[in-house]
């Protein structure tokens, strides 16, 4: 499989988020313990991996996502519990700073931990953050309000991310050992509740051709497939790994395949890659080459494969 490879020294590389040939990675200083974070624009070449820009910010950054209307838009949340817009093409500063997460017990609790874009064109183009202080918010990034706060975690709320199929629908999870969904045009409470409690729950990610499909991956170091109109048990349940699962990403091009699993067979596993040597903090496909994915780790690199396994 081609490799390239993007090194950063002294940073976490917590999360990355791809577009064309472009790659947003966010990092902070110290394990994103205390310390500044950037955000690095990386450009995907023939010759590697290019650096195009990079933007500073006083606290670690943890999350990342482009914009769905504006190739140059990118949205990134931080530890001191705020989420920064920027311009890509603009200055070092964001052109917008939302800032509504609230701080409860220490100064560690309203850290933004995730953050997801309207998944559609079509619909209002909203922002849906989780934080540290259990709590889901909905933005306008044109107005810079937010505009609904979601309370049911009863622990730190790792991940909110919206369906791409679903209108105004979308799912998030917590260290409460749940998923939830929620439809930001009813009221806040939540439509329905995996009760998984078998772990922390850090990361969830809808099927792009199977509405109904969500996967889940959890510091129990099991990866589970739900489908959310039968929550009792899950559909799908892959192990393989030894420690916790930070990030579980479906393809864009196949409904069965997920990186690296093939959910449709009898031995799902695809292929085992090892080319870190530090924990895996970020992953994603590249929605406009089949079968390319870029993951990101501790180990300070920012990586770049085809997987022969997932090879259309």
Not at 133 to 160: F, I, M, R, S
Not at 198 to 213: H, M, P, R
Not at 280 to 304: M, R, Y
């Amino acid at each position: 499989r081609k490799l390239a490879t993007f090194r950063r020294p002294y940073h976490l590389l917590a999360c990355l988020e791809s577009v064309l040939s472009t790659i947003a990675c966010v990092t902070g200083e110290n394990f994103g313990i205390a310390g500044r974070g950037t955000l690095y624009i990386i450009d995907v070449q023939p010759q590697g991996l290019l650096l195009n820009r990079r933007f500073e910010w006083k606290s670690s950054l943890f999350d990342c996502c482009w914009s769905e209307v504006n190739e140059n838009i990118v949205i990134t949340c931080s530890g001191d519990g705020s989420i920064q817009i920027w311009d890509c093409n603009g200055d070092n500063t964001p052109i917008a700073i939302l800032r509504d997460h609230t701080q409860e017990v220490s100064v560690d609790s309203n850290q933004v931990y995730c953050i997801d874009w309207t998944k559609r064109r079509n619909a209002p183009q909203h922002i849906i953050s989780a934080s540290w202080d259990k709590q889901l918010k909905l933005w306008d990034p044109q107005k810079g309000a937010c505009l609904a706060t979601y309370v049911g975690h009863e622990n730190v709320a790792y991940c909110a991310t919206w369906s791409p199929l679903y209108l105004a629908v979308f799912a998030s999870t917590g260290g409460d050992g749940t998923i939830r969904f929620w439809d930001c045009r009813t009221s806040s409470r939540c439509l329905s509740i995996i009760n998984d409690r078998k772990g922390e729950i850090l990361y969830c990610d809808w099927n792009k051709y199977n509405k109904d499909l969500i996967v889940a991956c959890s510091t129990d170091s099991i990866v589970r497939c739900w489908d959310i109109r039968n929550t009792k048990n899950p559909s799908i349940i892959l192990s393989g790994h030894q420690y916790a699962v930070k990030k579980v990403k479906f393809s864009p091009h196949k409904e069965n395949i997920m990186a690296l699993w093939d959910v449709f067979l009898p031995n799902p596993m695809l292929e085992v890659i090892e080319h870190h040597s530090e924990f895996v903090t970020g992953l994603n496909f590249n929605l406009h080459i089949p079968g390319q994915l870029a993951d990101c780790s501790w180990d300070e690199c920012v990586k770049v494969y085809a997987p022969v396994s997932i090879k259309t």
